[in-house]
């Protein structure tokens, strides 16, 4: 009998899984079984990854993409040169990028940019994709959020209010795509050691503060995020969507 974890057979791209969590979820992935497209706005990076990958789960697991989650024109040709190939099953809406400083201070580009990047590009590459796992009546999409999805800090006001768009956009996703066989739901990282927190890994003030702050007492490591993602893009999910998975040590379930 199959375990209803096992995802041999299907076909997954994770946004942004050149490096960091995005490339922990693309391995947790392969292990699964699933085929999976690494992605990142340079190809040569894609590639590197791919190429490495593909060492370890085999040629036929791994390809490569490169295209900007930000501009709708790239994604649309992005997700139909991925179709062209063979179906794609599961999307995990990955990319994303911080910005940090105070809110009085923040230009408008700035701004901008964190909300196209981290809330826009997952209804670009969202829809885009469901276009077509609509017409076939099968899919799943996770959205990476975060704890800033449930709770603010300062200096990091646009990041929190993408990723809280993020988590409502995935409900809106469902409560327009579940009945026509699009699951839709979110896994949210707590503070997790990737490039994008090794300035705040760095900070002594700040580091002490996660540890404190969170009941399981470390930061999380990208290979923390896999398993729920595999969970929710599974048939052991099929009745699951438009939720939240909070995978942060504990740090949202505390005061
Ligand atoms: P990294 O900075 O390590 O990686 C970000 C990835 O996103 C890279 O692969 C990058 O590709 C890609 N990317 C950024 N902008 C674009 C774009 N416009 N088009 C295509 N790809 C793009 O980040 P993390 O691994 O730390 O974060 C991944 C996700 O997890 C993000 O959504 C982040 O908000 C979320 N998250 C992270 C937490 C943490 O503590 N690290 C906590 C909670 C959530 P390229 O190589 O081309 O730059």
Not at 193 to 202: S, Y
């Amino acid at each position: 009998m199959t375990h209803p974890f096992d995802l041999t057979g299907r076909r997954a791209l994770v946004t942004g899984s050149s490096r960091g969590i995005g490339l922990a979820v693309a391995r947790s992935l392969l292990e699964a079984g699933a085929h999976v497209i690494i992605h990142g706005r340079a190809a040569a990076g894609a590639e590197a990854t791919a190429a490495a990958l593909a060492e370890e789960f085999g040629d036929a697991a791994v390809s490569a993409a490169a295209f900007d989650v930000t501009d709708e024109a790239s994604v649309v040709d992005g997700i139909d040169d991925i179709e062209a190939v063979d179906p794609l099953d599961i999307l995990v809406n990955n990319a994303g990028v911080q910005h940090r400083e105070p809110l009085l201070d923040v230009a408008v580009e700035d701004w901008d940019r964190v909300l196209r990047t981290n809330l826009t590009s997952a209804f670009l590459v969202g829809r885009t994709a469901a276009r077509q796992m609509i017409a076939r009546g099968d899919g799943a999409i996770v959205n990476i959020c975060s704890v800033q999805t449930e709770l603010a800090r300062p200096t990091i006001a646009a990041y929190t209010a993408a990723k809280g768009g993020l988590r409502n956009l995935t409900r809106a996703m469902t409560a327009e795509w579940a009945g026509q066989g699009v699951r839709v739901n979110g896994v949210a990282p707590g503070y997790i050691r990737t490039e994008l927190t090794q300035a705040l890994v760095d900070d002594e003030e700040f580091n002490a503060w996660v540890l404190g702050r969170t009941p399981s007492g470390r930061w999380g490591e990208p290979e923390d995020i896999g398993g729920a993602v595999v969970w929710l893009a599974s048939s052991a999910a099929s009745f699951v969507s438009g939720q939240v998975v909070f995978v942060d040590g504990g740090m949202t379930a505390v005061v």
